[in-house]
């Protein structure tokens, strides 16, 4: 089959009436015409026009007979039939066609979605200046809306199409592994406390000192101030606080406020390291150790974060979180928390399936296929490797073993080291649920554990509290909201329902 006009069958490009690209003037358009700048299209290797065959391939039409488009080993699409399927175009697909690094198209992710109004094919993007001369910009050079022969109308959804895997994990260069357990990243701002629009620190301290002056504390303005404002709104109230009025914020909040909501207020006041710095210090010293919190930020925070807090407890408190940990703790247990707090995770976002399969493997002859178990395997894999390559790994052992990876953990391990490790598990394979866990433990059966609710509350607000909240939900049948309504009050419980954000 041949499409019209295309490859054009006399005369030059651009072709006879009703061709492509339907704008007057010569191809290449504009500058940035074809070929692009490096980076564009054809990609380097493996790429696209083929060496043999060349595009448009020799028998005019357009899916190629032999030699025309072969894509990269494992190509696509998997499914069996040509290109483009038979019923239509060509649907994007989360994840679908990543092609070979440097290839085409530019983004990762494959194609975007079809953006009704958009010019081109069906309906991407417009790109300035030539075909896919800038990254990612596979549209009509110009924008001109038009459709492809044979697809359907611009911003139509495509018709079906043989359904492909979510990813081709033999694809080289492939992303996320194919069934991700984490829910989706990168879905817009997740947090409930948004920036409050002309926040002047100046001004709010001058909230804050009439809250706090004379007899008694106007406490709904305080929670009405910090309630609306974000971590990097409220930091700076401090450093105002005393250039105006020459006396310390947390002082006289200190001397005006009680028990939890104190704690709950001072906390809001500080940034984010320098508040988990605190929270690890209170961890340490005294007479327990709250191993729970340590695991909790130190598997849940970046390497860039870590490394930050680890440099404040060095200057607040006069010895290294290293040395803190060490003489706190023993065994395994320490040597996981040390491994943690060396900030020094791999973050790259690519998976490589066979890696994956191969840590699957070396888990499994560390633990349920030995006599005995090899705690030091274990703690390699989990605080060195990527949070999407581990997602990976969990699945192939799932798969291999047919067991999941926490129960394994649980049957060969005890103590601290089982509870440390089955906590960096459930943090790396989904981590709202595993902060909609620490609150729910926080606050059922007897007594509140205020520490960790003030502590997740306050440090999740800005980053996944809406998620957070939805597996909250989901697992206990109750929202988030609800739990703290009943189980806190009076100005604690207003001020961390501000933080809450709502009810679902």
Not at 43 to 65: E, N, R, V
Request: glycine fraction near 14%; hydrophobic fraction near 30%; charge should be neutral.
């Amino acid at each position: 089959m041949s499409y019209p006009g295309y490859p054009p069958q006399s005369g030059g490009y651009p072709p006879q009436a009703g061709g492509y690209p339907p704008q007057a003037g010569a191809y290449p358009p504009q500058a940035g015409g074809y070929p692009p700048a490096q980076g564009g299209y054809p990609p380097a290797q493996g790429g696209y026009p083929p060496a043999a065959g060349g595009y448009p391939p020799q028998q005019g039409g357009f899916p190629p007979q032999a030699g025309g488009y072969p894509p990269a080993a494992g190509g696509y699409p998997p499914a069996a039939g040509g290109y483009p399927p038979a019923a239509g175009g060509y649907p994007p697909q989360a994840g679908g066609y990543p092609a070979p690094a440097g290839g085409f198209p530019p983004q990762t992710g494959g194609y975007q979605q079809p953006q009704p109004g958009a010019g081109g094919y069906p309906s991407m993007p417009p790109s300035g200046g030539g075909w896919g001369a800038a990254p990612g910009g596979y549209g009509a050079p110009g924008g001109a809306q038009q459709g492809y022969p044979g697809g359907p109308a611009p911003g139509q959804p495509m018709p079906n199409y043989p359904g492909a895997p979510a990813t081709n994990p033999s694809m080289p260069g492939s992303g996320a592994p194919s069934h991700p357990q984490a829910p989706p990243i990168s879905r817009g701002y997740r947090g409930s406390i948004k920036d409050f629009p002309g926040a002047d620190p100046l001004r709010d301290v001058e909230v804050l000192r009439k809250a706090m002056k004379g007899f008694g504390t106007d406490e709904n303005a305080i929670i009405e101030l910090l309630g609306s404002r974000t971590n990097k709104q409220r930091v700076p109230m401090v450093a105002a606080y005393k250039t105006t009025y020459g006396k310390d914020l947390i002082h006289d909040l200190k001397s005006e406020l009680t028990g939890n909501f104190e704690k709950l207020v001072l906390s809001m006041l500080m940034s984010p390291a320098h508040f988990d710095a605190s929270q690890l210090r209170e961890a340490i010293k005294g007479a327990g150790t709250d191993e729970a919190c340590l695991i909790e930020i130190l598997s849940s925070r970046s390497n860039a974060e870590i490394n930050e807090i680890t440099r404040i407890y060095k200057a607040e408190y006069g010895k290294s979180l290293e040395d803190a940990i060490h003489s706190d703790t023993s065994g395994h247990f320490r040597r996981l928390l040390v491994s943690l707090c060396q900030g020094n995770r791999d973050e790259r976002e690519t998976v490589d399936i066979s890696l994956a399969k191969q840590d699957a493997q070396k888990l499994y002859a560390a633990g349920e296929n030995k006599v005995g178990t090899d705690e030091s395997q274990f703690n390699a894999i989990l605080c060195a490797r990527s949070k999407p390559h581990l997602r990976a790994v969990f699945q192939e052992y799932q798969q291999m073993c047919g067991r999941d990876i926490v129960k394994s953990i649980c049957r060969e391990m005890s103590g601290n080291v089982e509870s440390g490790m089955v906590a960096v598990v459930k943090c790396i394979k989904n981590t709202p649920a595993y902060f909609a866990e620490r609150l729910h433990k926080a606050m059922q059966g007897a007594g509140t554990k205020d520490t960790t609710l003030i502590r997740i509350m306050v440090s999740r607000s800005e980053i996944d509290m809406l998620d957070i909240r939805q597996e909250y939900v989901k697992t206990y049948g109750k929202s988030l909201y609800t739990h703290i309504s009943g189980d806190t009050s009076g100005d604690y419980k207003k001020l961390l329902l501000k933080l809450c954000g709502g009810s679902d």
